[in-house]
């Protein structure tokens, strides 16, 4: 389970993002390649508290996440119902990390927002 929380600004809208960098690295540590077939997140709870949320895999860690070109990215609101998927296929060479990071903001007027989801990966 991964845990977002995001403060949000009574005094800006829209929210601004908060980005956590470098959150999970995807490693591999075999000797051959490794192919991700697909992430998905998943098991979105308390949704009513974001207003946006985007999952990034990337090949090379960010500070700024929306400023940068990811593999995939999966796009979420507080609407979203269900799994989204980072489409295509993702090989890893042997000791090549990828990063997944996170941007998200949360609903105007909401305090010390906690929103929890799931990260899977399909070798």
């Known amino acids: 389970m991964r845990w977002l929380v995001s403060y949000p600004s009574a005094n800006n809208i829209p929210q601004p993002s908060t ?4 959150l999970l690295q ?3 540590v ?7 077939k697909s992430i998905t997140v998943s098991d979105l709870k308390d949704a009513s508290n974001l207003k946006c949320l ?3 895999l ?8 929306t400023a940068s ?17 980072l489409s295509g296929k993702f090989t890893l060479e042997p000791s090549e990390v990828n990063y997944i990071e996170v941007a998200g903001c949360a609903v105007y007027g909401s305090y010390s927002s906690t929103v929890q989801f799931k990260v ?4």
């Open 19 to 22: 980005y956590y960098t470098d």
């Open 26 to 28: 995807i490693k591999n």
């Open 30 to 36: 075999e000797n051959a390649n490794r192919t991700i």
């Open 54 to 56: 985007t999952v990034f």
């Open 58 to 65: 990337f090949t090379n860690q960010t500070d700024n996440p």
């Open 69 to 85: 070109t990811p593999l995939g990215a999966v796009f979420l609101t507080n609407s979203s119902k269900g799994d989204a998927l």
């Open 120 to 123: 899977n990966l399909q070798p």
